[in-house]
């Protein structure tokens, strides 16, 4: 059985995030210091959540969920098991998607844990896959949206994140205008007005003041926008005021 991640239930920005707080306050009471960034995802997982946390390949081990060899973590319910897909470690440049991924799949535990004893859809009698929750990379569905933000939330919290970019970038938002530099020089862009392809400049800055060492600069870039701190105002002038 598995649960339909299309049809859980709504959830807004503010209601995931808030509950992202609440993991991490309670990983402070637990783990006995101070949580910041890089958040320890891992000993969250296993520590405070008593989950079991287990690097196998997947696509083997799961045929029928990754034909298309994109599956990337699962979460067993029923188990109290969190797999994550052994490729994530064998490139140290996907060390980011990897604790992401741990964090996507902690998520749906947090999210959606509670819909366990009512699957939402029967994929038929299985005595391994019983209540699995599985992550495509490519997959939209509200349920894996919405374990996306937690994670982003969890790993990169509001308030740290906004300290970081505070002292490293600036005090107000960065209007994004343009896609690419104008002029470059050697092959490298002339900082001269704020542009699409800054963004992973301005990640990795905030990555290094405020010690995010396990997200990927695209993770951030992306957190940067959805926290309006960088404004896209190519594909969104109407966020940017006249």
Not at 6 to 28: G, T
Not at 64 to 79: E, M, P, R, V
Not at 87 to 102: I, W
Not at 194 to 207: D, G, K, T
Request: charged share 30%; proline share 5%.
């Amino acid at each position: 059985m598995m649960l339909d991640m299309d049809h859980v239930p709504w959830m807004s920005r503010r209601e995931i995030e808030r509950k992202a707080d609440r993991v991490i306050a309670e990983a402070r009471r637990i783990l006995g210091s101070d949580v910041k960034p890089p958040i320890p995802v891992e000993a969250i997982i296993e520590n405070v959540f008593d989950l079991h946390l287990l690097v196998d390949d997947l696509t083997e081990r799961y045929p029928h969920l990754a034909s298309d060899d994109d599956l990337l973590g699962a979460t067993l319910l029923d188990q109290r098991q969190i797999l994550i897909h052994e490729k994530l470690l064998a490139d140290s440049r996907s060390s980011g998607r990897y604790f992401f991924t741990c964090a996507h799949e902690l998520g749906h535990w947090v999210l959606h844990a509670e819909l366990e004893e009512k699957p939402l859809r029967n994929e038929g009698p299985s005595e391994t896959d019983k209540r699995i929750l599985c992550r495509l990379s490519h997959n939209r569905k509200r349920g894996e949206w919405q374990a996306d933000y937690l994670a982003a939330c969890l790993l990169m919290p509001e308030a740290e994140v906004r300290r970081a970019y505070g002292c490293a970038i600036s005090e107000k938002p960065v209007v994004l205008v343009n896609r690419e530099s104008c002029l470059c020089r050697e092959g490298r862009p002339l900082w001269l007005e704020p542009v699409l392809s800054h963004v992973p400049y301005y990640a990795e800055r905030v990555m290094e003041e405020g010690g995010f060492l396990n997200v990927s600069r695209a993770a951030m870039g992306v957190r940067l926008r959805e926290l309006g701190l960088l404004i896209d105002a190519v594909n969104k002038p109407w966020m940017c005021s006249a």
